[in-house]
């Protein structure tokens, strides 16, 4: 069962544009969502989080929105640029039982193309 | 120098080898991670380390030993291990257990079981 999906395996968008990450949730005790962005051959990094008491976190070109209601989240990246290119991960976390752990989706990668 | 550090990079084993993979952080965090991720999967989470002690195993076969000496320093010791065991093994730290403030990854070690 997974309660966390990301549904597009990859995204290709041209330098300049935005680039539209969207991820959906199962679990209605996740309240914190975070964004991790990998590079081939390193470990994932944190990007940008946001707390469910809010509905959007912009952070310099990276702005994350969060629709509770629909159990949805977007990572919006303008504009785009031929370095984003990786892979992102979407995650979320909860409070109580075992709901602290991060959960993962597959991730979706990214290219920026020049 | 990332804060979470993991070796080998690489390793190629065969499945009646025994071996072990080593991860330290020096970011003072009292939580440690060990994640799988394999091709077209999201990061699956094996083990949760909490101020030494294991508090979370997730139905991880026995082949996969985990080993946390200090809170710096995680291993998972490796035997016996199966092809479709082959993938990226991810460490991460944190603040504490329940933080949802992120994870600090290391690199990983790409595993390759022949």
């Known amino acids: 069962d997974q309660q966390v999906k990301q549904n597009s395996p990859s995204l290709s968008v041209q330098e300049g544009r935005i680039s539209i990450l969207n991820c959906d949730y199962t679990n209605s005790m996740f309240d914190y969502f975070l964004w991790y962005k990998k590079y081939p051959a390193e470990g994932p990094t944190f990007l940008i989080s946001?707390?469910?008491?809010?509905d959007k976190n912009e952070d310099g070109r990276f702005t994350v929105f969060l629709n509770k209601s629909a159990k949805h989240l977007s990572l919006h990246i303008v504009p785009s640029q031929p370095g984003d290119s990786a892979v992102y991960f979407c995650?979320?976390?909860?409070?109580?039982?075992?709901?602290?752990?991060?959960?993962f989706g597959k991730g979706t990668l990214l290219t920026v193309n020049p | 120098e990332t804060g979470v550090t993991q070796t080998p990079r690489h390793l190629v084993m065969g499945m009646t080898n025994k071996k072990s993979l080593k991860c330290e952080q020096h970011?003072?965090?009292?939580?440690m991670y060990w994640y799988k991720q394999s091709a077209k999967k999201p990061l699956e989470l094996m083990f949760v380390?909490?101020?030494?002690?294991?508090?979370e195993n997730n139905s991880v076969p026995s082949r996969f030993s985990p080993e946390c000496p200090n809170s710096s320093h995680l291993f998972l010791h490796l035997h016996t291990l199966q092809p479709e065991d082959s993938a990226l093994y991810l460490c991460?730290?944190?603040?504490?257990?329940?933080?949802?403030?992120?994870?600090?990854f290391g690199s990983g070690t790409r595993l390759t079981v022949v």
């Open positions: 946001i707390s469910s008491i809010k």
């Open positions: 970011l003072g965090h009292n939580a």
């Open positions: 995650a979320a976390s909860g409070s109580g039982g075992s709901n602290y752990k991060l959960t």
């Open positions: 991460a730290s944190s603040q504490d257990r329940g933080s949802p403030y992120g994870y600090t």
């Open positions: 380390y909490s101020l030494e002690e294991r508090v």
